[in-house]
């Protein structure tokens, strides 16, 4: 069977299956729905940094920017929820081609100016002088579509497209071609590429993603305060859960969350001043021993890991 | 029809400046289809600055390039290689995590290669390779980087292509292996462009040489003449005494 195949069938078709059957079992919805959003953020993180190697510190930036798209479309137009979610999508490619001047950076300055790119967008949507549009520093109050059944199925199908589209750079010549950019621009060059076209379309590829689960988050939750949906932890989760599975893989990302998250919400909760030792611990240690995320403890030992 | 005439690349009065410092500094010479033209000179006399202005990773600050009858100076690095440039590094630069076989995969999904693309088979088997064919590049040895590099180029079909220090490193019997491939290029109707230090091998494969100082063209003919020459020898001299 061809590979890309095999991976739409054993790893997207379980994963997309299990998420919506869950509800069904298990009575933390809410906990589910987080489950899929940081799937979809990893995964977007994973398009980006592991597949062109730029660190996204600012990537709530266009969760954040999907979740007004969403919020504004809602409050000024009445638009339906499902059709909110594209322009949330939207807004956030917008903002990733109003910031394609950052991939002139590289390394920290990226991570750096990136992180200060969503800082920006944060004060300039909080900005009580846009309280007409944005409702600025007060939030958002969206009852008429809260729908939090729906938001999750819709996050659940954002999740499949996403998994879909890292299925597709890990098995074409496109996410080969992205590959060979990260590793040496100079030689993907005379290798025919065309390596600021690759960049900006993975930079808004994984803007997209951000945007899209953003607007389905702001679907989901109904109320929210600029900082909810710019909350740095956005960034810095979706980046540890895909860096401690391992990037520029299908499965990485996936066992990340997995991990990481289940973690989080087993010991997180119940006794938080053990839960920020432990998470501590764990992440020095893997940046420490395994910097490739957990996955290479299967390639060091020659096993291919999809 | 002058040998000129017919040249697939013709560099004039060709300048590049880092700073204030002329790296090239007025460097004209052509190149004519199935040529091996040597590009020899002392360290730092320019030679990789022409290779890499020719090959489009800096643009020029005077002078001209014309390829195939146009203008290439400035010009986007994968836009020559489609037009038909193609080059090795002096220090390979493979994609290190990608194995050999993505390496050559990915210029031959991109390379914009006219005609029937090169097989991978066929250029692992030829370039000596197919051992390591499915390593990431990073196992690779320095000589294997380098036949890398080759075989990437080579993959996007080029009919200039520039050898920027391909056998430095080789062993003798190496060196013998790799000239024969470099003249069964050429016999196909590529131009190649060698940048050696290594005269012997120079000898082998080169029809012509220029010899070049402080980005200047000093001599130009066969390096049998050459070697005769007051200026070259003073240059390669002086070059030797400055170390
Ligand atoms: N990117 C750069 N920035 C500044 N100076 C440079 C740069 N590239 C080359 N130079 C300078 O230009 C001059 C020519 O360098 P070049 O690499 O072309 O020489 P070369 O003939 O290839 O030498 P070698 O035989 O040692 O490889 C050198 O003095 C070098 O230091
Ligand atoms: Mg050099």
Redesign the pocket.
């Known amino acids: 069977m061809h590979s890309a195949s095999k991976h739409l069938l054993f790893i997207l078709a379980p994963l997309v299956v299990v998420f919506a059957l869950l509800p069904g079992a298990y009575q933390n919805h809410l906990l589910l729905f987080n489950f899929v959003i940081f799937l979809i953020l990893a995964q977007g993180v994973n398009i980006i940094y592991g597949f062109t190697g730029y660190l996204p510190f600012g990537y709530v930036g266009f969760f954040g920017a999907g979740a007004y798209g969403f919020a504004i479309m809602v409050m000024h137009l009445q638009t339906p929820a499902p059709l909110a979610v594209l322009v949330g999508g939207a807004v956030a490619v917008a903002l990733g081609l109003l910031l394609t001047p950052l991939l002139r950076l590289s390394g920290a300055y990226f991570a750096i100016a990136n992180l200060a790119a969503s800082l920006a967008v944060l004060h300039f949507v909080a900005n009580p002088a846009l309280e007409g549009i944005t409702k600025g520093p007060y939030g958002v109050s969206l009852t008429g579509t809260f729908n939090p059944t729906h938001a999750y199925y819709a996050a659940v199908v954002v999740m499949a497209l996403t998994v879909g589209a890292v299925i597709y750079l890990k098995n074409s010549p496109f996410g080969l071609a992205l590959q060979a950019v990260r590793e040496d621009a100079v030689s993907a060059s005379m290798a025919g590429v065309n390596i600021i076209k690759m960049r900006v379309i993975a930079w808004l590829a994984s803007a997209l993603v951000a945007g899209l689960a953003g607007g389905i988050y702001a679907w989901y939750v109904s109320v929210f305060y600029p900082d909810n949906v710019f909350s740095g932890e956005f960034s810095i989760f979706a980046i540890v859960f895909a860096l401690f599975g391992g990037v520029a893989t299908v499965t990485g990302p996936i066992v990340g969350v997995l991990i990481l998250y289940g973690i989080y919400n087993l010991i997180g909760f119940t006794t938080p001043q053990y839960f920020q030792l432990i998470y501590g611990l764990l992440i020095m240690g893997l940046v420490l021993f395994l910097p490739a995320g957990l996955v290479s403890l299967a390639t060091r030992r020659g096993w291919h890991v999809p | 029809m002058s040998p000129e005439q017919n040249s697939i690349l013709k560099v004039s009065k060709l300048v590049k400046r880092?700073?204030g410092?002329h790296?090239l500094d007025g460097l004209s010479f052509h190149v004519v289809p199935g040529e091996i033209l040597g590009l020899v000179?002392?360290?730092?006399?320019?030679?990789?600055?022409?290779i890499?202005v020719i090959s489009g990773l800096y643009a020029p600050d005077g002078g001209e390039v014309v390829f195939d009858g146009a203008s290439s100076g400035g010009v986007a690095s994968h836009r020559l290689v489609h037009r038909g440039i193609n080059r090795t590094f002096?220090v390979p630069k493979p994609f290190l995590s990608l194995t050999v076989r993505e390496n050559i995969q990915v210029a031959l999904a991109y390379g914009g290669a006219t005609g029937t693309p090169p097989s991978i088979a066929e250029l692992l088997e030829k370039y000596r390779l197919k051992e390591v064919a499915d390593r990431p590049a990073a196992d690779l040895n320095s000589a294997q980087q380098k036949m890398l590099d080759l075989t990437r180029a080579l993959a996007t079909r080029p009919r200039l292509l520039l050898l920027?220090?391909l056998a430095a490193g080789l062993n003798p019997a190496e060196l013998d292996w790799i000239a024969g491939r470099i003249k069964a290029l050429a016999a196909t109707g590529m131009a190649i462009i060698v940048?050696e230090?290594l005269m012997g091998f120079i000898e082998q494969i080169t029809d012509r040489v220029i010899v070049?100082n402080a980005?200047k063209e000093i001599f130009e003919g066969t390096l049998a003449t050459a070697v005769r020459e007051p200026q070259v020898i003073e240059v390669f001299l002086g070059g030797e005494h400055a170390h």
């Open positions: 880092f700073g410092f790296a000179g002392p360290n730092g006399s320019g030679k990789t600055t022409a890499n002096q920027d220090e940048v230090h070049l980005g």
